[in-house]
């Protein structure tokens, strides 16, 4: 069982689901754009990916924060980039020609309750009926969105359905992992920092691979800054998904994909005009109740 954590910095992790849950569904409208001016996803991914950590290093340089990279290290961050990175996002990519957006996102929408049947099965902290209660208002409150719009699976796609299921399998083991494997000294600017250099190692020879090079355009059109946004929104996102988990755990995090979906539809709204009917009010509504449940109570370890 982790350690019990301070009450004080449980709340402050939990008021910071808002903005890691809006930044991630930013990234949603983003990816949209940059799809609409033709860019491909890996090559996407990879100029992403190759400006956060940019970022990051730049950040490790000023602050001085060095890290020196045992084995041990080398270890977690392959595992956090392949978890967090490669894996999901790969299976999302390969598999959205085949199954329906609506599909895909209500299975996303499974992550936290893989989280918690992880956290369980190894005991890496305590998961209270009230916790449980909430991820399952979550993922009603996903499944009233997402459902009506989510058609079945084209002929023969089946096989694709499973891939997507490696989104929320990676997605919610990888929270608990970090949860009990960060390395002693490791801030979460670092492994920030780690995690998306080793990500973009890993997708650049996919995208060349299997893709065009990504072409730079000078005079900066709408899908390379919608691709410098999602980045921005990356770089914010990592950051407070780490240092929530290091403040309650692994299982707390997850609930950010929650406050990330319906973030999305809101940025939706904004951007492209998008309505938002009477299920989403509606849903809004569960998922509030959802996030009072997983709400930490003073004097409780959860």
């Given at each position: 069982?982790?350690?019990?954590?301070?009450?004080?910095?449980?709340?402050?992790?939990?008021?910071?689901?808002?903005?890691?849950?809006?930044?991630?569904?930013?990234e949603f409208s983003m990816l949209k754009l940059a799809a609409r001016a033709g860019y491909p996803e890996a090559?996407?991914?990879?100029?992403?990916?190759?400006?956060?950590?940019?970022?990051?290093?730049?950040?490790?340089?000023?602050?001085?924060?060095?890290?020196?990279?045992?084995?041990?290290?080398?270890?977690?961050?392959?595992?956090?980039?392949?978890?967090?990175?490669?894996?999901?996002?790969?299976?999302?990519?390969?598999?959205?020609?085949?199954?329906?957006?609506?599909?895909?996102?209500?299975?996303?929408?499974?992550?936290?309750?893989?989280?918690?049947?992880?956290?369980?099965?190894?005991?890496t902290e305590r998961v209270s009926p009230r916790r449980v209660l909430a991820v399952v208002l979550g993922m009603a409150s996903a499944t009233i969105v997402l459902l009506p719009d989510a058609g079945p699976p084209q002929a023969g796609a089946l096989a694709w359905l499973l891939v997507v299921f490696v989104v929320p399998l990676t997605y919610g083991v990888e929270s608990v992992y970090v949860s009990v494997a960060w390395p002693d000294g490791l801030t979460p600017l670092q492994i920030g920092a780690g995690q998306a250099l080793v990500a973009?190692?890993?997708?650049?020879?996919?995208?060349?691979?299997?893709?065009?090079p990504m072409a730079y355009d000078p005079d900066w059109n709408a899908g390379q800054i919608a691709i410098a946004v999602m980045a921005a929104c990356l770089l914010v996102e990592v950051f407070l998904y780490f240092f929530i988990i290091r403040a309650t755990g692994g299982v707390l995090v997850s609930f950010g994909l929650y406050v990330s979906l319906f973030a999305g539809i809101a940025w939706g709204a904004v951007l492209f005009g998008e309505r938002l009917d009477a299920a989403t009010w509606l849903a809004v509504g569960v998922l509030a109740a959802g996030l009072a449940l997983a709400a930490p109570r003073a004097g409780a370890s959860e």
């Open positions: 069982m982790a350690a019990r954590t301070p009450a004080r910095a449980t709340w402050t992790a939990f008021a910071l689901l808002v903005p890691m849950g809006a930044a991630w569904g930013l090559g996407a991914l990879a100029a992403m990916l190759a400006i956060v950590a940019a970022a990051y290093w730049v950040a490790i340089a000023w602050r001085g924060a060095w890290f020196r990279p045992t084995r041990r290290i080398v270890v977690f961050l392959l595992a956090v980039a392949t978890l967090g990175y490669v894996l999901p996002l790969l299976a999302a990519l390969f598999a959205a020609r085949h199954v329906d957006a609506g599909v895909m996102t209500l299975v996303a929408s499974f992550t936290p309750i893989v989280a918690v049947a992880t956290a369980l099965a190894f005991r973009l190692l890993a997708v650049v020879p996919i995208h060349l691979a299997l893709e065009p």
